[in-house]
């Protein structure tokens, strides 16, 4: 069954119609090509899930009429995943299958040796990365679309461990990451944090420490930025019990 995103459609309710505009009914009528009487899914990316019947189609606008709706609380913990810039779409490849993995934010992050600088173009980074969030959470059928958050400096990465349990992957780190979340007493908050090329620089890696997270490994293997987060991310959900 085919699934679409309505953005303003939280109010849905059986009965109503759901109307996609914009890209979203280019894609419905002209890439899916959707038809009169087909049944589908649609969503607001904020936990509104509405099962609907296809009442009309043209090139810009689709209208959806609700049959059943249901409302897909937030998930406890939160996973967040922060992201190293990082060079080529090593950093996309990462936030987008940490979306269909189950990720709820995540978060850019300018490590000190990213080779990738957003500088004044950060707004411009974080919106595409929020684009390509909202594909693979569409794609993946997810009822609440991740938030992607605006790009953080190290010191506010760390400073995050006053109130969430922060785990820096580190291939040198004793600690296994598997073993580390089966401690965790009910957090409301995971974050991941993923390095660059090149891996942490050590100094980030104190700060980090000094400000109470805990560095954990994954395996024996030195995995690439573009993989880590998804792997770490694959077994924190394993070890929560969701999977």
Known sequence: ??????????????????????????????????RVGEEVTVGDGRGMWATGTVASVAPREVVI??????????RT????????????????????????????????????????RWGDKAEKGRARWAGIVREAAKQAHRAWVPEVEQVATTARVAAR??????????????????????????PAEILLVVGPEG???????????????????????????????PAALAAVEVCLGRW
Do not use: N
Not at 164 to 185: C, F, G, Q, W
């Open 1 to 34: 069954m085919l699934h679409f995103l309505a953005e303003d459609a939280g109010d849905a309710h059986p009965g109503s119609p759901v109307v996609l505009t914009g890209p979203e009914a280019h894609h419905a009528a002209a890439v899916r090509r959707v």
């Open 77 to 116: 913990p939160r996973l967040v995943l922060v992201q190293a810039l990082a060079k080529g779409d090593r950093d996309e490849l990462a936030i987008q299958a940490a979306t269909e993995l189950g990720v709820d934010a995540i978060v850019p992050w300018q490590a000190g040796r990213s080779v990738s």
């Open 161 to 186: 461990s006053a109130a969430s349990v922060v785990l820096v992957l580190e291939p040198t780190a004793t600690a296994r990451l598997s073993d580390t979340v089966r401690a965790i007493e009910e």
């Open 65 to 74: 009429t609700v049959d059943q709706r249901r409302d897909v609380p937030a």
């Open 199 to 229: 891996g942490i620089d050590p100094g980030e890696l104190d700060v980090f420490t000094q400000a109470g997270a805990r560095l954990v490994r994954l395996g024996d293997s030195v995995l690439r930025t573009s993989t880590a987060g």
